[in-house]
């Protein structure tokens, strides 16, 4: 059984770091395309970030290029996401995703929404 369990959410002032994870099990990280959301109240969930180690490629929103970074830990079956320079715009549920085929990519994930599962979601609030 597919499962995805986020953690690592919390509160940091505007300019702070914060990582979330994203553990996986039921399947192997390494063969599949694994996104990055987050949703905020009142607005659509907007793909921030996607990783797929067999093809080498990795995708950012415009709006978190250069302050997000998306790693994976095959290891650990486990995906984090870096997020530094924040900004209270930032302040959402942040959930990742991955998709039952393999052959989707981060462009299939985050731009279209192919994606069967994801986790429940943890909190990132940015604030003074």
């Known amino acids: 059984q597919v499962q995805l369990v986020e953690s690592g959410g919390g509160s940091v002032q505007p300019g702070g770091s914060l990582s979330v994870s994203c553990a996986a099990s039921?399947?192997?990280?390494?063969?599949?395309?694994i996104g990055w959301f987050r949703q905020a109240p009142g607005k659509e969930r907007e793909g921030v970030a996607c990783?797929?180690?067999?093809?080498?490629?990795?995708y950012y929103a415009d709006s978190v290029k250069g302050r997000f970074t998306i790693s994976r830990d095959n290891a650990k079956n486990t995906v984090y996401l870096q997020m530094n320079s924040l900004k209270p715009e930032d302040t959402a549920v942040y959930y990742c995703?991955?998709?039952?085929?393999?052959?989707?990519?981060?462009?299939?994930?985050?731009?279209?929404?192919?994606?069967?599962?994801w986790g429940q979601g943890t909190q990132v609030t940015v604030s003074t």
């Open positions: 995703a991955t998709p039952e085929n393999s052959a989707y990519g981060c462009y299939d994930v985050v731009r279209f929404g192919l994606y069967e599962h």
């Open positions: 039921g399947f192997t990280l390494d063969d599949y395309a």
């Open positions: 990783i797929k180690s067999s093809d080498g490629s990795r």
